[in-house]
């Protein structure tokens, strides 16, 4: 018989969600962790249990995209945690971390610009709608959702209010 004075010290509570966790109906944390680069560069990319919530919310915003789109969608790059999120070069405090943003493309609707027009004119409410380089879109869905539109097609011209093309601007 063990005493309980003698058992190991209980190692530091991990609370992570597990992958298979079906967070709406087209989504999966799986989903919504994955990223080329946490991959190949071997991060664990597995968000903590307290943002169940966000990731939720997020995984059923992107549900309303599907459905105003007709296609599903590419993620490139949702929930980021911090080690993940600085080596992208995300900003430290992203919705990406929070799990409320989702980077994507839909190419059988169209290009980047056609999908964030689409957003746009739709009623969804996304917090942030952000037209990136011309080449995805990232949306992100908040409890307080802005519906703002924004452009970003290079560092050094910064975001632009509402989307726009590249009429005679390079890509960045
Ligand atoms: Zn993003």
Do not use: K
């Not at 992107?62 to 993940?84: F, K």
């Not at 027009?117 to 942030?128: E, N």
């Not at 409890?143 to 050094?156: G, K, W």
């Amino acid at each position: 018989m063990i005493h309980w004075r003698s058992m190991p010290h209980p190692s530091p509570v991990v609370c992570l969600l597990a992958p298979a966790t079906r967070l709406s109906r087209h989504f999966t944390v799986a989903d919504l962790m994955h990223s080329d680069t946490a991959v190949r560069e071997h991060i664990d990319n597995r968000p903590g249990i307290h943002l169940q919530q966000n990731l939720h919310r997020l995984a059923s915003g992107l549900d309303t995209i599907i459905e105003l789109l007709g296609y599903p969608l590419e993620i490139s790059s949702a929930y980021r945690c911090a080690q993940l999120n600085a080596r992208v070069g995300g900003v430290p405090d992203s919705q990406h971390t929070r799990g409320e943003a989702a980077d994507f493309t839909c190419p059988n609707f169209g290009s980047a610009i056609e999908v964030s027009l689409a957003l746009a004119r739709s009623s969804l409410a996304f917090d942030q709608c952000i037209l990136e380089f011309g080449r995805w879109v990232h949306v992100s869905f908040t409890e307080q959702p802005r519906r703002t539109t924004l452009t970003i097609r290079s560092a050094a011209e910064g975001y632009l209010a509402g989307i726009h093309g590249n009429e005679g601007l390079p890509f960045a």
